[in-house]
């Protein structure tokens, strides 16, 4: 009789030791590994070219160093499959070419009939720091408040670090380069998407709240704040905070995943999240403020099931790799005793 060879997949991952802990759970590991997927660590003291071969590889590494350590292995390893290409995902690290893909999709995305339309608040980068303290070169459109905003969004502390300016007294202390975006009143609340490949998730967390023009009358300079949205203890435990998530309706789903489904085409990414707020000045109206590659998604309800189903797609279906159909490699899968059978090249290492 033959022998009945089960195929096992090897996913490994280059992700800094606090992503690792957060997301290279336990359970996601024994979920993966029960469909025949192995997530293994990858080290990054070593060449990547000696580890491996993986059949997919997931990354959120940002130095030079590693994404031409990257390049060279998926040339070396055609059929490995990289989650995703570090070109796609830099775009992610500037806070004005991040929200450029938004206005790009609005078009495409737009269903005629549709009363919800979405888009970016009102924005502009200041890069030397006398224009930055002196309103009159850069408030074009832009009123008080805004929010200071680190141009670069490389993943470090200080790039999270964010202010709401009242007053022209505000920019006082403000380090260019620096994005300037109106402050837009949404009810204290934001909707975080989690998008893995074609899944979209839509959650509801606290924000920032609403400053009426009296309010505003009474505040001056600015209030400084980092990651408001993410949820620490302190937070979990106040109920009048979880009373007013609850009671925030969630935005058209059709329209959120027009929005993600857009996004991944265009920024041609499987793995991101983008916020997105409810302007209360315009009726069904929605705007995505912040855009995000491979955040927290073991905060996502039933995360270990959702990447689970995504690494067997990315390893067994060519459509879950490609966007736009494009051509990439394919790899069949019998996980019955068949083995498996690899066709197909890519041009580009990382277009898959
Ligand atoms: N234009 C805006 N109008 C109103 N509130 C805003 C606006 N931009 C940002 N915020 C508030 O500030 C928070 C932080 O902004 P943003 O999401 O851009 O920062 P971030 O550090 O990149 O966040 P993350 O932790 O999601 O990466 C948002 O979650 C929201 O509460
Ligand atoms: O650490 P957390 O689980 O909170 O995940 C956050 C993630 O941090 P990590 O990548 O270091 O894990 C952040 O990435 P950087 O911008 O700092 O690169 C960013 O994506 C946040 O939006 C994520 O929070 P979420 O949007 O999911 O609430
Ligand atoms: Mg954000
Ligand atoms: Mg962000």
Redesign the pocket.
Known sequence: MAEVTTTRFRVGYAL?L??QR?FIQRSLVNSARERGIDLIRIDTDKPLADQGPFDCVLH?LNCEEWRKQLKDYSIRNPSSVVIDSPDAIRRLHNRISMLEVVLEIEAAELKAGDSASFGTPKQTVVYELDKLKDPTCWSVGLKFPVIAKPLV?D?SIKS?KMSLIFSREGLEQLKPPTVLQEFVNHGGVIF?VYVVGEYVKCVRRKSLADISDEKLGSLHGSFSFCQV??MSSHVKNDETYYKVLEDAELPPMHLITNIARGLRRAMKLHLF?FDVIRDTRVWNRYLVIDI?Y???Y??MPGYESVLTDFFWDVLTKEEARSFDNQKGTVKSVDNSGGGEDEKGDEQDPFQV
Do not use: I, M
């Open positions: 800094l606090k992503k957060s959120k969004a993943g999270h975080k949205s993410n999240n995000n491979f955040p927290g073991a905060k």
